[in-house]
């Protein structure tokens, strides 16, 4: 079982920046990728951006050149972040860190609880 829990989520003006965190514990050992979703009002959950276990990133176009994701040495402070950068109206959404696991075999799932961005003009 892999337990996640975002922080850094607010209130900014457009153009302003949040740091966002996403804490592991549990067995985190044989996580794959750790990936970073949004969902806003109305509208269906997307990926923003994502890290695999050998560092490569993955993000959405809308968010090139402005967010990045990064963690802390491998697994072992066991904290992936995305830092958001020119910050638009339109990232306000409730963003959910996201883990991918095999283990045994068995591949999973894993959610956190969200984090409220609310990105006023």
């Known amino acids: 079982q892999v337990r996640l829990v975002e922080s850094g989520g607010g209130l900014v003006q457009a153009g302003g920046y949040l740091r966002l965190s996403c804490a592991a514990s549990?067995?985190?050992?044989?996580?794959?990728?750790v990936g970073w979703y949004r969902q806003a009002p109305g509208k269906q959950r997307e990926l923003v951006a994502s890290i695999t276990r050998d560092g490569s990133t993955n993000y959405a176009d809308s968010v090139k050149g402005r967010f990045t994701i990064s963690r802390d040495n491998v697994w072992a402070k066991n904290t992936v972040y995305l830092q958001m950068n020119s910050l638009k109206p339109e990232d306000t959404a409730v963003y959910y860190c996201?883990?991918?696991?095999?283990?045994?075999?068995?591949?999973?799932?894993?959610w956190g609880q969200g984090t409220q961005v609310t990105v006023s003009l």
């Open positions: 996201n883990a991918d696991q095999t283990l045994g075999g068995i591949r999973r799932n894993y």
């Open positions: 549990g067995i985190i050992s044989n996580i794959n990728t």
